[in-house]
Each structure stands twice: as C-alpha cells, then as structure tokens.
C-alpha cells in the first residue's frame, strides 16, 4: 500500500516544514527530531523527500528498525529505503 499522497499533507505542518527547511539550507550536517513514534516516518520521509538527500535514522531496537523501515517503503519508493541489521552483541 502506498501512502505517497499522506506525505503530501504532513509536510505542510509546520514543525516538520521547518526541519526540513533546516535540513535543506546546506549549512547544517545533522538534524536531531524527537516526536512520537507515529510521526516518525513522516518526517524521515519528509527529509528525505524535499532534500533530495540521504538521511540516516536511527532506532533503540532492531525491531522499531524494521517498523521504521516498514512505513518508510509505504511513503517513499520502496527501493530507496535501507534496512541495516542490527549488531548484536
């Protein structure tokens, strides 16, 4: 299922405008967002998205990486989204 159309609307808020905005303007190497879990995916899709540019989210668990993971192939071409496997150790 793809929610490519979703993505479209949550961009418009204006928290994730502005990170993206931040992300965008080149003069910064990293930008930290914290939110709720279900907003996640929007805003890594969001970056990725309107920035053109790799973005690297990281999770706590392998598991909240494959949900991630996970949402991020229904908001943004499938074969752009990379899962790494967790290191166990």
């Not at 961009?11 to 279900?38: F, M, N, Q, S, Y």
């Not at 949900?67 to 192939?73: I, K, M, Q």
Request: net charge negative; proline share 8%.
């Amino acid at each position: 299922m793809s929610l490519h159309g979703l993505l479209d609307v949550v961009v418009t808020d204006p928290a994730i405008a502005e990170a993206v905005k931040a992300a965008a303007d080149g003069h910064r190497t990293h930008v930290d967002l914290v939110g709720p879990p279900g907003a996640r995916p929007f805003a890594v899709a969001a970056l990725a998205r309107q920035t053109g540019r790799t973005v690297l989210a990281v999770t706590a668990t392998g598991r909240e990486a494959e949900d991630l993971a996970a949402a991020l192939r229904t908001l943004l071409p499938p074969d752009t989204v990379a899962e790494f496997p967790s290191w166990e150790t």
